[in-house]
């Protein structure tokens, strides 16, 4: 079946770093790929997704690659800021289905 | 607009006991989501409905219930709680229209099963 991989954290990094959370997954045909996070005492919201291989979701500075080759969809930003503190999950969507597969979810912390 | 509600925020049972956990969009989205969310595990689907008047079981199901009362509301209910459903849980929605199968989520329910 459908599912998702995604580094273990937590990531600690100070502010300004790059960041790469690494996420793979497993699926037949073309699933929809999404990145969400969830900010402390929150529900998740979505932060960019990809819907066909070689796509490039973007949204506030963070970037993912949709590579079919690689079953890869990594999280990266340039420059992390304190206030990117939260949990990243990586989600699949199937292809004609309702449900969504999400990662175990990597904790991110961002030093001053 | 609201978006996806859900009450209550915070619940204490006793094992035993029953309750239902309320979820409202806004969004006039057709399809609606419970998950469960524990310490390590991600989100765990418990049921879904992919659109008014119907339901189906997700990962989790047992020790639940739910109900899609209109497209607006989706309710979940634990008859007979138990320590082991001491969680977070959240209810979500999607459009479900062609690639807007993005999930818009609550801000959940803290659950403690004593």
């Known amino acids: 079946g459908n599912s998702v991989t995604q580094m273990e954290g937590p990531v600690t990094l100070s502010e300004e770093a790059f960041l790469t959370i690494n996420c793979t997954y497993t699926a037949t045909g073309y699933p929809s790929l999404f990145w969400y996070v969830q900010y402390p005492g929150e529900g998740l919201q979505l932060l960019l997704k990809a819907t066909k291989a070689d796509d490039k979701g973007s949204n506030k500075g963070f970037e993912a690659t949709y590579r079919k080759e690689t079953t890869s969809f990594h999280l990266e930003k340039g420059s992390v800021q304190v206030s990117d503190s939260a949990v990243y999950f990586c989600a699949l969507r199937g292809t004609g289905g309702f449900k969504t597969i999400f990662g175990a979810g990597t904790r991110l912390f961002v030093k001053a | 607009n609201a978006g996806v509600t859900q009450t209550p925020k915070f619940q204490v049972l006793k094992t035993g006991q029953s309750m239902t956990l309320q979820c409202a969009q806004d969004m006039n989205h057709n399809s609606m989501y419970w998950y469960r969310q524990d310490p390590g595990m991600g989100l765990r689907l418990i049921y879904y409905s992919a659109s008014e008047g119907t339901t189906d079981k997700g990962e989790v199901p047992n020790g639940y219930n739910v109900s899609r009362l209109n497209k607006r509301e989706f309710s979940l209910r634990l008859e007979s709680a138990a320590p082991s459903q001491t969680s977070v849980y959240f209810c979500?929605?999607?459009?479900?229209?062609?690639?807007?199968?993005?999930?818009?989520f609550g801000p959940g329910t803290r659950l403690t099963v004593l």
């Open positions: 979500a929605s999607s459009a479900e229209t062609g690639v807007d199968n993005e999930q818009f």
